[in-house]
């Protein structure tokens, strides 16, 4: 069972610029991949960014694209989404997931992760 805690949401202006955290428990967060999703008012959840296990291949939807960047630093057991750029249409819930996995996948469909954070809402003003 893993345990995923996202922190760092909040409100700013267009334009500026946020940085998301998600902290997990356990001890295997190295074999976990993770990503970021987000879910706007009355629209579906959708895969912002996704990252592999240890090598840290990353994907992006193309919402996310040259905008926003994600990482991890296993030792913390972290992933992060560093948000730039932001547009009102940015504003959501943004959800931290993770599976477990054997390769170094990147993994961008809602089903492929079993583990969900509470989630952190962003709100961009204009």
């Known amino acids: 069972q893993v345990l995923l805690v996202e922190s760092g949401g909040g409100l700013v202006q267009a334009g500026g610029s946020l940085r998301l955290s998600c902290k997990a428990s356990g001890r295997t967060f190295s074999s976990y991949a993770m990503a970021w999703f987000r879910q706007a008012p009355g629209k579906g959840r959708e895969c912002v960014a996704a990252?592999?296990?240890?090598?840290?291949?990353?994907g992006y939807g193309d919402s996310a694209k040259g905008r926003f960047t994600i990482s991890r630093d296993n030792a913390e057991n972290t992933v992060y989404l560093q948000l730039n750029s932001l547009k009102p249409e940015d504003t959501a819930v943004y959800y931290c997931a993770g599976s477990y996995r054997r390769s170094e996948v990147v993994f961008t469909t809602e089903r492929s992760y079993e583990y969900w954070g509470q989630g952190t809402q962003v709100t961009v003003s204009s």
């Open positions: 990252i592999s296990k240890s090598i840290g291949r990353a």
